[in-house]
């Protein structure tokens, strides 16, 4: 029997966010770049972020701040503990 892999399906706007936190180096996100980064409004910045949350790429920290998952423990399935600070 085949095994299964599991997918994470990003809407466009998530992965503009997420690849551009790769790029920029950030290990932390809150809504205030994401609503310049992704020219939306702070109640859709909020939605992205807890979506992103839900499907496991970002880790929610505090109170609208998440940790960015790096990509290569996202493909290895591996767990991953972030300092927030």
Excluded: C, W
Excluded at 24 to 47: E, F, I, K, M
Excluded at 65 to 85: F, G, N, Q
Aim: hydrophobic residues 40%; aromatic residues 6%; positive net charge.
């Amino acid at each position: 029997m085949a095994e299964r892999v599991s997918t994470i399906q990003l809407s466009h706007l998530e992965q503009t966010i997420y690849f551009a936190a790769q790029r920029q180096g950030a290990n932390l996100l809150d809504v205030d770049p994401v609503t310049r980064l992704a020219a939306v409004s702070h109640p859709h910045a909020v939605n992205l972020l807890a979506s992103m949350a839900r499907k496991g790429v970002l880790y929610r920290v505090g109170r609208g701040r998440y940790a960015v998952i790096p990509p290569s423990v996202l493909h290895e399935r591996k767990s991953y503990v972030t300092d927030p600070h």
